[in-house]
């Protein structure tokens, strides 16, 4: 859906549909903190980004030009080949046979443990992504201004 | 959960993105379908963290294993979000020059 309707506004709210079954999946998961932040900072930040983009350049009409028909057959083909090929490795992978991924037990993704583990041991990769952000700011706006 | 499920829910995630890449010519919409593919990517890794836990807690229970997975799927949101927002910002400068979301105009960076 988020790549075959022709609105990009449909396409935005279908991708906003697939962030919130995501998010349904790391609660079923029991991974709380990261369920939260997932559609604090996607579905609820960068969703309305895009939304104010395509509002701020009036693409509600499609304008966009027509490709090749024989071009998106070409890309969906590979697009389908890809996923065949991988599926069946996974298939016949023996090494994950029988593994589960335990749902509703544990306490790992509870807000405490990962805070613990962050401030203990991932304080300098926290800070750099700090300035990470800040630099990220400031080069939006640098190009973003009007010149 | 056997993990094969959630790994081909990825795969198939990923896939869609790869294609929207691939077939759509549209700038925003190529980004949207990259953020899915971060997300199919997020959703694995906090799949397998769980995986871990669950056979690392048989032996200890008090174990932590497997935090180190999910603060990684939230560094990879940070970045996220900071790419997003650079990104945004150059498709609207793109816009204001070209007065299109074309992506074939960008052939003419080569020259």
């Known amino acids: 859906m988020v790549l075959l309707s022709k609105n990009p506004v449909h396409s935005v709210l279908w991708l906003v549909a697939v962030f919130f079954a995501i998010s349904g999946h790391y609660i079923l998961l029991n991974a709380q903190f990261l369920a939260i932040v997932n559609l604090i900072v996607y579905a609820g930040a960068i969703m309305v980004l895009f939304l104010f983009v395509i509002m701020l350049m009036n693409l509600n009409k499609d304008m966009e030009p027509q490709k090749n028909v024989w071009m998106k057959l070409a890309g969906a083909i590979s697009g389908g080949c890809l996923l065949m090929i991988l599926v069946s490795l996974v298939r016949q992978a023996t090494e994950i046979g029988g593994k589960v991924a335990e749902m509703k037990t544990g306490n790992i993704g509870l807000i405490g443990n990962l805070g613990k583990v962050l401030f203990n041991e991932y304080v300098v990769p926290f800070e750099i992504s700090s300035v990470l952000f800040l630099s990220a700011m400031v080069g939006a706006i640098v190009i973003g201004k009007k010149d | ?111």
């Open chain 2, 1 to 111: 959960m056997p993990i094969q499920y959630y790994i081909i829910l990825s795969l198939a995630l990923f896939c869609i993105g790869i294609v929207g890449v691939l077939v759509r010519r549209n700038v925003i919409i190529v980004f949207m379908c990259v953020e899915l593919m971060l997300n199919a990517v997020n959703l694995l890794l906090v799949a397998f963290s769980k995986m871990h836990h669950g056979l690392a807690v048989v032996n200890d229970k008090a174990t932590t294993v497997g935090t180190d997975a999910q603060l990684f799927v939230f560094f990879i949101m940070v970045v996220a979000a900071a790419e997003v927002s650079v990104g945004l910002a150059i498709i609207v400068m793109m816009y204001r020059n070209t007065h299109s979301v074309d992506v074939n105009f960008l052939n003419r960076l080569k020259n």
